[in-house]
């Protein structure tokens, strides 16, 4: 994820039980655990688009 802008951070809280397993599953696609987590925003992002095109058409 190379962007010629810095992303300027964000600070996320979440229960020390979701991160441990999402350290996990970054570790196991060999991802750093923000790249998971933007992974998976991403694809719930593209998901629910998705899903609202299909209920216009």
Do not use: F
Not at 20 to 27: G, K, Q, R, T
Not at 31 to 37: D, H, K, T, V
Request: charged share 35%; proline share 7%.
């Amino acid at each position: 994820m190379s962007h010629n802008k810095r992303i300027p951070p964000y600070p996320l809280r979440m229960p020390q039980e979701i991160r441990e397993w999402y350290e996990e599953e970054s570790d196991k696609s060999g991802r750093s655990l923000n790249a998971e987590i933007v992974k998976i925003l991403k694809d719930r992002m593209n998901r629910v688009i998705g899903q609202r095109k299909h209920a216009v058409q």
